[in-house]
């Protein structure tokens, strides 16, 4: 079975342009989860949904950073504008369902250099 | 608040020996705790679980973890390291408490000499 499907895997754009990360989750799972991995402050949730609708996205930065999920086989993550400063590995993953109990399958991530 | 801390970012051990990684907790509530694995360039997979039941958990590659209340503890050992072990493991934290929020942490690279 696909895991998570996440592109691009490795994108380098220049600072002010958008930037635009995607995925595809393990189809049948509910939750779909955006995380950011960098070496300073190790891995942060971004944002996550459950069955399309956004529930918590405390974890975004700031204004510049958007997640939308149109349907149950797609989410995107946008940053507009890049700044160097959001340099990091940006992790997808799904889970099953709405249960704290279950296992996070992540993608492979989208490696971005912002210089 | 949850929170999770692995103690000591960086476990050097030789290949054969016991490996050791410390993770300790807090959880107002009693909680479901992971263990994950990132090899180079790679997402983070998953090693072993605990949610409820039997304390000792059992997960992939030899791996296990004890889940101790109270020391709030869930270590991951293996009896002999191999050099395919070589990686960076991260505990996680969770709990029914209603904001279904993993929280890792910092991670353990660890190391493994021939």
């Known amino acids: 079975d696909a895991g998570v499907i996440q592109s691009p895997r490795h994108e380098v754009t220049e600072m002010g342009q958008e930037v635009t990360l995607r995925c595809k989750p393990i189809?049948?799972?509910?939750?779909l989860f955006w995380y950011r991995q960098t070496m300073m402050r190790g891995l942060e949730l971004l944002i996550y949904?459950?069955?399309?609708?956004?529930?918590?996205d405390s974890g975004m930065p700031e204004d510049r950073f958007s997640a939308k999920m149109p349907n149950a086989s797609f989410s995107t993550l946008k940053i507009q504008p890049s700044e160097p400063r959001d340099s990091a590995v940006y992790f997808c993953?799904?889970?099953?369902?709405?249960?704290?109990?279950?296992?996070?399958?992540f993608g492979e991530g989208s490696w971005l250099t912002v210089v | 608040a949850q929170s999770v801390t692995q103690l000591g970012s960086h476990v050097s051990v030789s290949e054969g020996a016991l490996v050791l990684l410390r993770c300790n907790y807090s959880s107002s509530v009693p909680p479901y705790l992971f263990w994950y694995v990132q090899y180079p360039n790679q997402g983070l997979q998953l090693l072993l679980k605990?949610?409820?039941?039997?304390?000792l958990v059992k997960g992939i590659n030899g791996f296990e973890a004890e889940f101790k209340k109270s020391e709030t503890s869930f270590h991951l050992t293996k009896p002999s390291a191999h050099m395919s072990d070589a990686a960076e493991y991260f505990c996680a934290v969770s709990d029914d408490s209603g904001t279904y929020k993993y929280i890792f942490g910092t991670g353990t690279r660890l190391k493994v000499l021939a």
């Open positions: 605990y949610t409820t039941g039997a304390t």
């Open positions: 189809s049948g799972h509910n939750s």
């Open positions: 993953a799904s889970s099953p369902d709405w249960s704290s109990g279950n296992t996070i399958y």
């Open positions: 949904f459950n069955n399309n609708v956004p529930i918590d």
